[in-house]
């Protein structure tokens, strides 16, 4: 997936990465919130809501932003977007699977799976491929004592 880089919002994004790696969090999150405020297209605040999951400091926050950028994914027909889809229903599963709610965890791990053949054979594809079997493995158990 290309990212324009005079784009403003991809600037934003970016900054606030910088900002993550300088370990200065907050400032990261103020940058994220900034990008999500500025975002008019779905690319731009599939990216923005992406990194603003990441600075919540509850469950349920991070899930509902998480479910924004997969949803804003979802929107968009760039083929290249697919590669994106089992991180975002990962990142969805482990949302659901930290509030106990095994049945939309394992749907969206589920759907995580399905969309694994979108992810490149590399440390990065091997990476979320093996997050999504973990987390299947994790569900199974306690949705079998329900």
Not at 30 to 59: M, S
Not at 128 to 141: T, W
Request: net charge negative; hydrophobic share 40%; charged share 25%.
């Amino acid at each position: 997936m290309e990212f324009d880089l005079n784009n403003k919002v991809v600037q934003l994004c970016a900054k606030g990465m910088e900002l993550e790696g300088l370990a200065q969090p907050e400032e990261a999150a103020k940058v994220f919130d900034e990008a999500w405020r500025l975002a008019t297209t779905d690319l731009e605040k599939f990216t923005a809501a992406h990194y603003v999951a990441r600075h919540q400091n509850n469950i349920s926050d991070k899930l509902t932003w998480d479910e924004t950028a997969l949803r804003h994914a979802l929107n968009m027909i760039d083929p290249d977007m697919k590669a994106a889809l089992p991180s975002l229903y990962l990142n969805v599963g482990k949302g659901y699977e930290d509030l106990n709610d095994w049945h939309n965890a394992h749907r969206n791990y589920q759907a995580a799976l399905s969309c694994s053949g979108f992810l490149p054979d590399d440390g990065y594809g091997n990476m979320i491929k093996a997050g999504i079997r973990n987390g299947l493995d994790r569900i199974i158990s306690p949705a079998l004592e329900k």
